[in-house]
Every structure is written in structure tokens, then in C-alpha cells.
């Protein structure tokens, strides 16, 4: 027999949540106006006409509602962005910008990057143990913010064994044309194989400020560890994205 379990949300979260999952999955289409506030009251049991403006303020402050003055509440973008891991692993052609531009642009977006940080550190215990890196060693840490039309959309913290990036770009703080990929396949490390990890978690302050992102909002993780000829471990990057705004797509073909 299956254990009793109460949701621990407040009314207004969970009707917040029902609302949400309609806008991100498209059944309320960006524009289309929301159900008046006593028809909401009436859908969600009765509950106070507090409780739905609370839900719909949250709402708000996520991006996804915006109140018309006399006119009532709207939907305000898209669902969740369908992101496809595979299209951003082939390195850019020479001369061509990074994969995250050219992607970008065939949906009709302009993506863009700032490069935050350029440091050599020494890596997480996970970091390095995918990087095969022993006790001590360091590696060459390249943080960045991705964004989509102006909005910061992805927080990248790209390591690189130390002995693989020294003398290199990798270590100045500038943009590397192409990115990263592009640079290693020129060095004679081409990307053969990745292993994604996801993960849901909760949001470090970093995370919070750099994805200016509402509260209790969880992010989706991926630690991504690169490899090339051999099995050679050549990159981990960890990417943090809101979990509200994407999902993820992977599209494989069976043998």
C-alpha cells in the first residue's frame, strides 16, 4: 500500500503551478488571455481572490504573465525552449562564429555570450576525476553567460586540463572564435564523444543572480564530460539553465 504524502505547497504555489504547466507546455499560447479572476477562484475550488493574485503575481515575476491595466492578464512568451544537446557538439566551420550564434539565428533569436571568467583553478573532485586529473593538479576554468534575445539563458563553467590549454587561447580572457570545440579539433583534439549527466537542483546565489531567476525556482544541470581520440578526456562543462524556460531535447538514431 502506497505511503500517504501531503503536498506541502501553499494554495497559491500550487495553482501557480497548474497555470505555469499550461504556459510552458502551450496550451495557454503567448497573448491569449487568462480566465478572469473570479473564474480562476471558481476552477481552483473556491479559494480567496488573495490566493489567486498571489499565484498570478508569481507568475508575473517569472516572466511569463503581464497585467493589462482595464484589459486583465496575458500571457507574455513562448513555453520552455526545446534545446538540442547535439547541434552545439560540432566544432564551427572556420571563420564561422560559435555554435551558440548560428543556432540561435535559425530560430529567429540572436544569442549571444559574455565571457565572466578566465582562471586556473583546482577543479571540483568530480571535475577532475572525469578529467582523469590527479591529486593536485589544476585545469583552466573559462566561465560564461549564454543568452537568447538579450536574456541570460545559461551559465557555463567550462574546465580544461591544464596541460592541454597552456600556451593556448583557452587561457586568455576573450571570446575564442568558433568557441572551444573549434580550437581543440585545430590542436588535434576533436570531440568523439560526450556523456551528459542531468540533474535537477536547487540554485547556488551565483546561479540566482547570473540567471536572474525568481524565487525557489530550481535550475537543470548538465555535467558534460568531452572526450577524443582514445578516450581522451579534453573538457567538462557544467551548464545551468532555468528549469522553468527549457527543456531538453535528444534526438537518436537506433541502430
Excluded at 504524502?5 to 507546455?25: E, G, N, V
Excluded at 481552483?44 to 481572490?49: D, E, F, S, Y
Aim: proline letters at 8%; aromatic letters at 4%.
Amino acid at each position: 500500500m502506497p505511503r500517504e504524502h501531503k503536498d506541502p505547497r501553499s494554495p497559491h504555489q500550487k495553482i501557480a503551478a497548474d497555470l505555469r504547466r499550461l504556459i510552458t507546455r502551450g496550451d495557454l499560447t503567448p497573448g491569449s488571455k487568462l480566465p478572469s479572476t473570479a473564474e480562476l477562484m471558481e476552477e481552483h475550488g473556491g479559494v480567496a481572490n488573495t490566493t489567486i493574485q498571489k499565484a498570478l503575481q508569481m507568475l508575473k515575476t517569472e516572466g511569463l504573465l503581464e497585467g493589462l491595466p482595464g484589459k486583465g492578464v496575458f500571457v507574455r512568451q513562448h513555453g520552455q525552449q526545446p534545446l538540442e544537446p547535439m547541434t552545439f557538439m560540432t566544432p564551427a566551420a572556420p571563420g564561422e562564429p560559435y555554435k551558440w550564434m548560428t543556432e540561435a539565428t535559425k530560430r529567429n533569436q540572436a544569442g549571444g555570450s559574455q565571457l565572466i571568467e578566465v582562471e586556473v583553478v583546482q577543479p571540483p573532485l568530480e571535475v577532475a576525476k572525469a578529467l582523469g586529473l590527479e591529486e593536485g593538479d589544476h585545469a583552466v576554468l573559462r566561465k560564461q553567460i549564454l543568452t537568447l534575445d538579450g536574456e541570460p539563458t545559461e551559465l557555463t563553467r567550462s574546465y580544461y586540463p591544464l596541460s592541454l590549454a597552456r600556451n593556448t587561447a583557452m587561457m586568455e580572457k576573450r571570446r575564442i572564435r568558433g568557441g572551444t570545440p573549434a580550437l581543440l579539433s585545430e590542436m588535434g583534439y576533436p570531440a568523439r564523444e560526450f556523456i551528459d549527466e542531468l540533474s535537477s537542483e536547487i540554485p547556488t546565489e551565483e546561479e540566482v543572480l547570473a540567471l536572474e531567476l525568481p524565487k525557489d525556482m530550481p535550475v537543470l544541470v548538465a555535467f558534460r564530460a568531452v572526450y577524443s581520440d582514445g578516450g581522451l578526456p579534453i573538457e567538462v562543462t557544467l551548464m545551468t539553465k532555468a528549469a522553468h524556460r527549457h527543456r531538453m531535447r535528444y534526438r537518436m538514431r537506433v541502430q
